[in-house]
C-alpha cells in the first residue's frame, strides 16, 4: 500500500491518533448495542443464574468496564479524554512522521501493522457480504443467549450448552445449519491468514470448561481458574493494591466466538483487522489461563495503550515477574495490550 493510501485509509476510518482516539470513536458508535438490559431469567440449575448475575451487573456499571473495553458511559467518558494524546502514542506520532512516502504493503512487518492496527491494508482479508450479513445475525442470537443465561456464565458456556439453550429457550431460538457452520469454519481456519501468528490452545469447538476447575472473582462477573490463575491474581492484587482488579478471565470458544463476531461486525467483514485486536476463537489463551486487568475507575481506557501509563501498570512491572502477552513489538500479528497477563 502506499504511503498515501493508507493515510487516506486512516482519515476515511475516523482514525484521530494511535491508541484512545481511534478505539474511543468505535465505542461511541457502538456502545448502546452493548448496553442491553440484563433481565434474570430462570434457567437449569446446573448453570447458577440468578443472584450473581444481579451482583456482576452492579459491578459492572461501577467499574464502567467490559471485556472489549465496551464503556459503561462511553460519552461522558469520551468527553473527558478526547484530544488527549498518551506520551507513547506522541512517540509513535514521531516515528510515524518520519516513516517514508510509499510503503508497500508488502513491506510492512507485522509489528508495523500492529502499531497501525485500527487500519485497513491491502492484503487484509475480508469475508463475503453474505457471510458478514450470516455473522451479524448469528451475533443477534448470541447476544439473545448471553442475555438469557447472564454475562458472567456466558463467559464459560460451551458451544454444546448454547445449541442446547439455543433450542430449549424461544427467546433466543436455534442456531441454523448456516449460523452453525460458521461456527465451524471460523473455529477451523488458520489465522495465520488473517495475519495472526499466536498458537492455536483449544483443539475443539466444542471443548469444555470445567466448572470445577474455576472460580468465580467476587464482584467482576469474571472467573479463573483455581490452579493457575487465582494465586497468581491475588497475589497481584496484594502487592499492587485494591484499585488493580480483574476486567477479564477464563473465556469460553463461544464467548471469544462472540466477541470476535463483534471485532468483525465493527470492521465491516475484515477479519485481518477483527484480529489485530482480538484473538481468533481458539487462539485465545484466556481459554486455558490468561487474564485481563485494570484500573478501577478507569474506564474502557484499560483497554487502550493509556493503561501503560497508570500506576497500577506501573508497579505491575516493578514486581518483576509479569509478563504482557502481546507486547508493543510483538510479532503475533497483535495491537500492544498492557493489561493482558501472560499466565502460562
Ligand atoms: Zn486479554
Do not use: C
Amino acid at each position: 500500500m502506499e504511503r498515501r493510501t493508507l493515510v487516506k485509509a486512516l482519515s476515511v476510518s475516523g482514525f484521530v491518533a494511535l491508541g484512545s482516539g481511534s478505539v474511543m470513536r468505535q465505542l461511541l458508535n457502538s456502545a448502546p448495542a452493548q448496553q442491553a438490559a440484563q433481565s434474570p431469567v430462570l434457567l437449569p440449575k446446573s448453570f447458577g443464574v440468578g443472584a450473581a448475575q444481579g451482583q456482576w451487573a452492579g459491578a459492572q456499571l461501577a467499574h464502567g468496564m467490559e471485556d472489549m473495553g465496551m464503556p459503561g458511559s462511553a460519552s461522558q467518558q469520551a468527553a473527558g479524554s478526547a484530544g488527549r494524546m498518551s506520551v507513547g502514542e506522541h512517540q509513535l506520532a514521531q516515528q510515524d512522521a518520519a516513516i517514508k512516502d510509499h510503503m508497500p504493503t508488502q513491506d510492512m512487518s507485522p509489528a508495523d501493522k500492529v502499531r497501525y492496527f485500527e487500519s485497513v491494508f491491502d492484503d487484509d482479508f475480508f469475508i463475503s457480504d453474505a457471510k458478514l450479513a450470516l455473522l451479524r445475525e448469528t451475533q443477534r442470537r448470541l447476544d439473545r443467549l448471553q442475555r438469557l443465561v447472564g454475562h458472567g456464565n456466558f463467559n464459560l458456556l460451551s458451544m454444546d450448552q448454547a445449541f442446547r439453550y439455543a433450542r430449549n429457550y424461544s427467546q433466543v431460538g436455534d442456531f441454523t445449519v448456516q449460523e452453525k457452520s460458521l461456527f465451524e469454519e471460523l473455529f477451523e481456519a488458520d489465522a495465520r491468514r488473517y495475519g495472526f501468528y499466536g498458537n492455536k490452545v483449544v483443539d475443539s469447538l466444542t471443548a469444555t470448561i470445567p466448572l470445577k476447575e474455576v472460580e468465580k472473582i467476587p464482584g467482576t462477573g469474571h472467573f479463573l481458574y483455581r490452579d493457575k490463575s487465582i494465586d497468581f491474581y491475588n497475589r497481584l492484587r496484594n502487592q499492587v493494591g485494591d484499585t488493580l482488579v480483574l476486567t477479564s478471565g477464563v473465556r469460553s470458544v463461544v464467548k471469544q466466538m462472540h466477541l470476535f463476531f463483534a471485532k468483525a461486525d465493527q470492521s465491516a467483514g475484515n477479519l485481518s483487522k477483527a484480529s489485530r485486536s482480538l484473538a481468533p476463537p481458539g487462539y485465545s489463551y484466556h481459554a486455558i489461563s490468561d487474564f485481563d486487568v485494570g484500573k478501577v475507575g478507569f474506564g474502557y481506557r484499560n483497554f487502550t495503550a493509556d493503561f501503560a501509563e497508570t500506576d497500577e501498570y506501573k508497579r505491575i512491572q516493578d514486581l518483576g515477574f509479569v509478563k504482557i502477552r502481546y507486547t508493543a513489538d510483538n510479532h503475533l500479528g497483535v495491537r500492544y495490550e498492557p493489561w493482558h497477563i501472560q499466565v502460562t
